[in-house]
């Protein structure tokens, strides 16, 4: 009897096995309205990638479009190498979660994750099955006899879940699922839906615009803006090897800072600042805009003078605000670091800048993979201090 049923899970879990999607050159317009334009992604069986990004962008569009609620204007979808873009939702072997819960008032917490099973007409003997199965993931054993209004919102997430999971579906997607909970239940949910997506190897596409779901629990984080792909990699790229200004301002908490750079004979300093130069300064004219993370920023004898302006106090380190100039930058320092405001300061990167054209917001002489340009223009570099700081 054992043996069946562990045969019979292992069976289960072959079926579910993640299938990979692929968005070739995908558009959804209405009328001179463009929600996605062109989104062309690859999301690898069984990993776990969010869409990431601000209100408006696109990100649940483009999940409608994958789960078949909205309809292409351009552009093909594949699930596990059949093309679905014309295909019904039921025909594309997904399974949803939707922000708002969807859950029936009326219905117990079983009735609820059979709904749909029973839609189908999916035998008696399956449906129980496939929900001792979910209850058992889910620890949900004590709640089948309940209705929805009895549930907290933890609860009531976790109902949803035992619904993607008795579809048995190779594709979970989720469209903000955590918004409603408090910010304590996120953190625990987080770890319940990501070790829930290992542990049945589903391909996982997640929706939200809180930026540390999608850096603790992606394999791959697609940031979205304007209804295009800003940049796509793992969470770790988008952090330490930004693209665009508005990757580098969008990730990171707090973000990163992000400083004008002016051209003067002794190289790039900040504008109302008398130096040090921080970099040499390339070909051309105009300003530039500089990126340094606030953890890259320490207090030292020598550097930018700045004013401190305000110090926030975070238990594991302190986020002073200093004035440089016309700049404003972040310094992530650790433990409690007691600068009474208007104390003067001294700062000193020590990590590579990063330079965005100020225009179009591209990156500028982009550092190689990694973050580690070791050029004389590198505080890292061992000439760094005489080039940068002379």
Not at 260 to 289: F, H, K, N, S, W
């Amino acid at each position: 009897m054992l043996g069946r049923k562990r045969a019979a899970r292992a069976s289960v879990r072959r079926e579910l096995e993640g299938a990979e999607i692929r968005l070739h050159g995908v558009s959804r317009a209405w009328g001179t309205t463009h929600a996605v334009q062109e989104i062309s992604l690859t999301v690898p069986a069984g990993s776990f990638t969010v869409l990431l990004g601000p209100s408006g962008c696109g990100k649940t569009t483009c999940l409608r479009l994958v789960a078949g609620l909205e309809t292409v204007t351009a552009g093909r979808i594949e699930i596990g190498g059949r093309d679905v873009t014309h295909l019904p939702p039921a025909a594309r072997g997904v399974a949803m979660v939707f922000q708002s819960y969807a859950l029936f008032p009326h219905l117990s917490v079983a009735e609820n994750i059979l709904f749909g099973l029973r839609a189908r007409r999916v035998p008696a003997a399956d449906r129980a099955r496939r929900l001792d199965r979910a209850v058992d993931i889910l620890g949900i054993a004590a709640l089948l006899g309940r209705r929805p209004g009895q549930l907290s919102g933890g609860q009531q997430q976790r109902v949803a879940l035992g619904r993607a999971i008795v579809a048995e579906a190779p594709v979970c997607l989720m469209d903000e699922p955590l918004s409603n909970l408090d910010a304590q239940l996120r953190a625990d949910m987080r770890r319940e839906i990501l070790a829930l997506q290992r542990r049945l190897g589903l391909t996982m596409l997640y929706v939200t615009h809180d930026q540390t779901e999608a850096m603790s629990m992606a394999d791959q984080v697609v940031l979205m803006r304007a209804g295009r792909i800003e940049q796509q990699g793992p969470p770790a790229t988008l952090y330490g090897d930004p693209a665009t200004r508005f990757v580098a301002g969008f990730i990171g908490t707090p973000p990163m800072n992000l400083f004008p750079l002016q051209r003067t004979g002794d190289g790039l300093m900040i504008p109302g600042t008398e130096g040090p130069a921080l970099l040499p300064a390339p070909d051309g004219g105009g300003t530039l805009v500089g990126g340094l993370r606030p953890e890259h920023i320490e207090l030292a004898d020598r550097g930018i003078p700045a004013l401190v302006q305000h110090a926030e106090y975070l238990g594991a380190d302190t986020i002073l605000s200093c004035r440089a100039g016309e700049a404003t930058l972040l310094v992530r320092l650790p433990g409690q670091a007691a600068h009474p405001v208007g104390s003067p300061v001294h700062l000193r990167p020590t990590a590579p800048i990063a330079l965005f054209d100020p225009e179009t917001g591209a990156r500028r002489r982009p550092l190689p993979p990694g973050g580690a340009s070791r050029d004389a223009a590198s505080p890292d570099h061992p000439d760094a201090d005489e080039k940068v700081f002379a």
